[in-house]
Structure formats: C-alpha cells, structure tokens
C-alpha cells in the first residue's frame, strides 16, 4: 500500500517563502512522476508544478519564477520551494505520486495560508 506523507505548510506573510515535502512509502520502485496540486476553497484542484524521474519540470504560469519543484528519486521525495507566496497562492496543497503499473496516489493535502 503506497502512502504520501506531506509536510511543510503553515501560514506565512506575503513575500515569504514556505518549503512542503512529500515522502512515499510503500512501494519498491521510484515513481514516474511526482508533483504538487492545490485546491483553493470554491475552486477546482489545479496543477501547480510537476517533476518526472528524468528530471524534467512543469509549472503551472502562475508560480513560474516562484516555485521550485525537486526530488531525490533514491528517497521517493519530492520538495516545493514556495518563494516571493501571494495571497492567491492560499489553497490546500496535495502531493501526487504516480508509479507505472501500480497506479496514482495522493496525498492527505497540508494547509498554505499567505495573509496580505
């Protein structure tokens, strides 16, 4: 059974910075893909950055020049450095882990509030 455990989210001023991580366990094989969503209250989840095993990134244009995603593919972790964080970057964040032929998992999300 694949379990994500998040951590890293708390409330912040604007322009500061937050670091969330997320570590899987339970699975023998690195994942595919890791990355990181968020769904702010009224809103549909949405793509915030991704990170594929070969490295390569994608991010959402709002935290483009903002946010920097990472992993450490040995550890099945995956990191989010939030910097310069906006009001409207306030949202429950949930990492996300997909593994060839075992499937796709989430996790439990970690609460990010930036007040103005």
């Known amino acids: 059974q694949v379990q994500l455990v998040e951590s890293g989210g708390g409330l912040v001023q604007s322009g500061g910075s937050l670091r969330l991580s997320c570590a899987a366990s339970?699975?023998?094989?690195?994942?595919?893909?890791m990355g990181w969503y968020r769904q702010a209250p009224g809103k549909q989840r949405e793509l915030v950055a991704i990170?594929?095993?070969?490295?390569?990134?994608k991010y959402a244009d709002s935290v483009k020049g903002r946010f920097t995603i990472s992993r450490d593919n040995g550890k099945n972790t995956v990191h989010l450095q939030m910097n310069s964080l906006k009001p409207e970057d306030t949202a429950v964040y949930y990492c996300?882990?997909?593994?060839?032929?075992?499937?796709?998992?989430w996790g439990q999300g970690t609460q990010v509030s930036v007040s103005s």
């Open positions: 996300n882990a997909i593994f060839q032929y075992i499937g796709t998992y």
């Open positions: 339970g699975s023998g094989f690195s994942s595919n893909v």
């Open positions: 990170i594929f095993n070969g490295g390569n990134t």
